[in-house]
């Protein structure tokens, strides 16, 4: 704790903003890793939809897929629908199914964007520490009295590095976290496409 506290102190003002983006990102991070599972976007009984649709119970699927409060459920639902009307085309069902299963993408990808900005955005601000704590320096050869000028010379180039490293610090995860999440966040997508292109094409 004394440690942190001297970092804040010792980085510049600059510390403060940085530190917040670090909590928000870890939040980020720690709400994603827990939620970003494909078995959050495909309903639990798929297999049952899957096996009554392939024995062609259409209407046992659509009640189930109704009663199942899932994005997914209500596609298959809404797909079913149109092809006991009588529209069996393959191409309009995929097209229906994949227009309500858009929904999901922006659920996929929530605050990966966010983590993108601060990936950004904290070197930036750490670079700007760096440039303040260098004035510092500079403004100490400006002081006739050597020790005075010593302790700012010391003090300017202390808050650079700080500033510096801890923008890359809250950057570096921030950053990684975003690019894993994001190729996690395709393969459900893709995923979840997969799937809705078997049950459009299971019916016959």
């Known amino acids: ?5 001297s970092l804040i102190e010792k980085g510049g003002f600059v510390i403060y903003p940085l530190l917040l983006l670090s909590l928000y990102s870890w939040y980020i991070i720690v709400e994603r890793a827990l939620n970003l599972r494909v078995s959050n976007y495909l309903p639990r009984n798929l297999n049952e939809l899957k ?10 699927a659509l009640k189930i897929a109704e009663i199942t409060e899932h ?3 209500r596609a ?9 009307k009588g529209r069996k085309e393959k191409g309009y069902l995929l097209q229906l199914m994949e227009g309500e299963l858009a929904s ?35 403004s100490a050869f400006a002081i006739t009295q050597e020790e005075q000028a010593l302790n700012l010379l010391a003090k ?6 700080i500033a510096a490293a801890t923008g890359l610090a809250v950057a570096i995860p ?23 292109k078997e049950i459009v094409n299971s019916l016959e």
Do not use: C, H, R
Not at 156 to 161: F, K, Q, R, Y
């Open 51 to 60: 096996l009554l649709i392939q024995k062609g119970d259409y209407e046992g």
């Open 1 to 5: 704790m004394e440690f942190l506290l």
């Open 104 to 138: 999901i993408v922006p659920k996929v990808e929530k605050n990966l964007i966010v983590l993108s900005v601060i990936a950004s955005v904290a070197p930036l601000l750490g670079l700007f520490g760096t440039i303040t704590g260098l004035i510092k320096v500079f």
């Open 156 to 161: 300017g180039i202390s808050e650079a590095l």
């Open 174 to 196: 921030a950053l990684f976290a975003y690019w894993v999440f994001k190729a996690i966040g395709n393969n459900i997508l893709d995923k979840v496409s997969e799937e809705a």
């Open 71 to 73: 994005t997914f459920s």
């Open 76 to 84: 298959v639902a809404i797909v079913l629908k149109e092809y006991l």
